[in-house]
């Protein structure tokens, strides 16, 4: 939606009504998925279309809302008018559902006929869909979805393995529809059940001042610091990543604060967004709500969330001290002196507003317990609302505070129920087509190539997972983590199972490789929002950004080979293997930045990014060897600056 203020819209009358219908779909979608997130029993063909319907609506009504800039005209009006018969459309086809819900679940999926109003229905739902992706996601998830469903169609005249029998476009149309294979697959399920309810929660936080006490406690921990503002910037997107699970959302929240505060320490602005882009990335794989994607890994490989969340978390705590062992020597490489840090100490700060973590405590505490996401998240969000009426600042403006939570929560969720929608159409046609099982032979065809390398114990494995990673970041390239992750579990993730990965290893490998198109060029979205906050080079963000979360696309490869940093093990393996990932971690970031201590030669940089491979395989053997080759630089690097030394000294006299 176009940034404009309440007031104006309001002094608008012709965008009132819209702005007014906008707010009232938001406050019913959130108050229907709490209410759901207590009584656990949604009926299928209520719940899920009611879902979706909501967050079309919304999409559509906020586009006719924020059409208060454009002159009164006839292209105001048809554009209105296009978004007015969307709606109707959207209402017509998720209402035939609820309504005839028990019908719908009955009918025999390719033996009932399709009669005239429901193939009318779903062609016009479909158009709908698409038409949101466009607008909420943007065009690549849209040509994507399109390609698969010209895929669907032309099967019978496409050679070798992509061949398949073709599906007809009224069974298409079936399938998207009126089957638990289309639409209401399991990404918008996952939407529904759990994600909108966290989402909620950050809403809530938001709304009672948490983004303010995250970024204020983190500039408080490390402001007083070298690179202060960055580190600040990396906290508080973690802080709120915990909360969000959205790389945008990240972004938008703490980017307005924290990148002015790094331009005014002394960082160009580019590289001060291109910190905040890549800190920001992290927050759809730290713990405990890890965006959609991953309570949809739940979802695909029948693990409890809380294995996932608990096997997430060294990876994430290795995410974020790359990206600060990347912003710490930089401050250095540049002479930066320390920063003067916060007014207040991070324990005032804590003792004023601690109790906003409290919601997160309990949200994890019912999680470990054994209680569903969903239940989890519902008293996750009761508990907040119940603590800010002990908040005298809170207290007074209560009401205002939920509302402002309930209008929130489902304008941040509509891109993610868009992007799963498409997600669910994508993954529908994978099995119908039988591609997912096709692909997948293709990969461990080429992965084979890996057993000819001689001197690693599972080459096949390691060509496998670069291969994944490639065609995870390319896929992600202007297409949401949650997408992309649906995509390659179908077709990638038995086969790297079958290489040697564990499942869950292989889940969050997807996840992680997805994740970084957000920061990688050339549709870098996280970047190019960081970017639009200080008005920096959009491109130039993005390539600072993807040098700086370098390190980071080590981190997979280390927990596929190092079991025990998904807390596969004993207590002495898990940090164990946690401390060599962060050696590992710290040598490849001495050679991305080029500085240690001094300014380091081409040839001293290329050597410290090799120490960090030996790290990715688990092993006495292979650790040895990086500590051995790590020593073996250090000593290169200072007989250099030794020897040059003393030809200056030489030359003095």
Not at 216 to 236: E, Y
Not at 309 to 336: C, N, S, T
Not at 432 to 455: C, M, P, S
Not at 526 to 534: D, L, P, R, W
Request: with cysteine.
């Amino acid at each position: 939606m176009t940034e404009v203020t309440f007031s104006r819209l309001w002094r608008d009358r012709f965008t009132r009504p819209f702005l007014l219908l906008s707010v009232a779909l938001c406050v019913f979608m959130t108050a229907y998925h709490v209410y759901y997130g207590y009584v656990l029993k949604p009926y299928f063909y209520i719940y899920y279309p009611m879902h979706l319907g909501l967050a079309l609506a919304i999409i559509f009504a906020d586009s006719m809302a924020a059409r208060v800039d454009a002159p009164p005209g006839r292209r105001r009006l048809c554009a209105n008018l296009v978004d007015g018969a969307f709606l109707v459309v959207v209402a017509l086809a998720t209402g035939y559902l609820v309504m005839n819900a028990q019908y719908v679940m009955n009918r025999m999926t390719g033996f009932d006929r399709l009669t005239m109003v429901q193939l009318l229905l779903g062609i016009g739902l479909t158009i709908a869909v698409l038409e949101a992706i466009r607008r909420v996601v943007g065009m690549v998830l849209v040509i994507v979805v399109a390609v698969f469903l010209a895929y669907a169609v032309v099967g019978p005249w496409l050679p070798g393995l992509l061949w398949h029998q073709g599906v007809k476009p009224e069974r298409i149309i079936e399938l998207l529809y009126l089957t638990p294979e289309g639409f209401f697959n399991s990404p918008l399920k996952v939407a529904a059940d759990f994600v909108l309810l966290f989402v909620t929660l950050g809403a809530l936080l938001l709304a009672s001042g948490a983004g303010g006490f995250f970024t204020d406690i983190s500039f408080a921990l490390t402001g007083r610091s070298i690179g202060g503002p960055a580190k600040a910037s990396i906290v508080s997107s973690a802080f709120m990543g915990m909360l969000q699970g959205s790389s945008n959302g990240n972004v938008a929240t703490t980017g307005p604060f924290t990148i002015p505060a790094m331009e005014r320490y002394g960082y160009p602005k580019d590289y001060a967004a291109g910190v905040e882009a890549v800190a920001s990335t992290g927050g759809s794989l730290t713990p405990p709500i890890m965006g959609a994607a991953a309570f949809l890994m739940a979802e695909v490989t029948g693990i409890p969330y809380v294995e996932i969340m608990i096997a997430a978390a060294v990876p994430a705590l290795l995410y974020y001290l790359a990206v600060l062992f990347m912003v710490d020597l930089e401050a250095r490489k540049r002479g930066l002196a320390l920063s003067g840090g916060s007014a207040q100490s991070a324990l005032t700060i804590f003792l004023a507003r601690g109790y906003l973590i409290a919601p997160i405590i309990v949200m994890v505490w019912f999680l470990m317990d054994g209680y569903s996401p969903a239940r989890a998240g519902f008293y996750g969000v009761t508990s907040l609302a119940v603590l800010l009426l002990l908040d005298g600042q809170t207290r007074r403006r209560y009401f205002a505070v939920l509302f402002e939570a309930a209008a929130r929560a489902p304008k941040m969720m509509v891109a993610v129920t868009a992007a799963c929608a498409a997600a669910g159409l994508i993954a529908g046609i994978i099995v119908r087509t039988g591609l997912n099982l096709k692909l997948g032979l293709i990969v461990l065809n080429y992965a084979e190539v890996g057993n000819y390398i001689t001197f690693l114990d599972n080459g096949q494995l390691l060509v496998g997972l670069f291969l994944t990673m490639v065609i995870a970041v390319v896929l992600g390239m202007g297409v949401p983590t949650t997408a992309a992750y649906v995509v390659l579990a179908s077709l990638l993730a038995p086969g790297l199972a079958n290489m040697g990965a564990s499942v869950v290893a292989a889940h969050l490998f997807i996840i992680y490789c997805a994740s970084k198109s957000s920061i990688t060029p050339p549709v870098a979205v996280a970047s190019y929002t960081a970017a639009a906050i200080c008005g920096s080079d959009p491109w130039r963000t993005s390539l600072i950004a993807f040098r700086l979360g370098l390190s980071v696309f080590i981190i997979p490869y280390i927990f596929v080979f190092s079991p025990a940093l998904l807390a596969d093990g004993s207590l002495v393996e898990i940090v164990w293997a946690g401390l060599t990932a962060t050696f590992g971690i710290f040598a490849l970031s001495v050679g991305s930045t080029g500085w240690l201590k001094v300014d380091l030669v081409w040839y001293e940089r290329l050597l410290m990014i090799l120490v960090s491979l030996p790290m990715i395989y688990a092993g006495w053997g292979t650790d040895i060897l990086g500590f051995v080759m790590f020593g073996a630089t250090l000593g290169l690097i200072a007989l250099r600056v030794r020897v040059a030394r003393g030809r200056v000294a030489s030359t003095v006299h």
